[in-house]
Nanobody
Framework: QVQLVESGGGSVQAGGSLRLSCVVS????????MGWFRQVPGKEREGVAT???????TYADSVKGRFTISQDNAKNTLSLQMSSLEPEDTAMYYC??????????????????????WGQGTQVTVSS
């Protein structure tokens, strides 16, 4: 069973930086799509960034140039480096993953429905 555990959230002032990490375990495939999503109470979960096993990345327009998604395969860790944070970035951030078989077509959209495995979330609060 795939498990994802996020860490690194916290409180920061506008313009500051945070780095989120997600340790992934229990998977058996080296072909995958992983991503970061965020959610504010009362709103739908929003895709922030995704990365597939080929290293192809996708970002939401709202975070392009400020956030960077990366992976450390040796540590089974997905990271999200967030810089120039804005109060609008305040949300609960979730790590998500989907693993593919050898002959599957890998799709890696910023779409919640694409991901069957989720972490518990880590809170990010940005004050003005």
């Amino acid at each position: 069973q795939v498990q994802l555990v996020e860490s690194g959230g916290g409180s920061v002032q506008a313009g500051g930086s945070l780095r989120l990490s997600c340790v992934v375990s229990g998977y058996t495939s080296g072909r995958y799509c992983m991503g970061w999503f965020r959610q504010v109470p009362g709103k739908e979960r929003e895709g922030v960034a995704t990365m597939d096993s080929a290293g192809i990345t996708t970002y939401a327009d709202s975070v392009k140039g400020r956030f960077t998604i990366s992976q450390d395969n040796a540590k089974n860790t997905l990271s999200l480096q967030m810089s120039s944070l804005e109060p609008e970035d305040t949300a609960m951030y979730y790590c998500a993953a989907r693993f593919y078989g050898l002959w599957d077509w890998i799709q890696c959209p910023l779409a919640e429905a694409n991901f069957p495995s989720w972490g518990q979330g880590t809170q990010v609060t940005v004050s003005s």
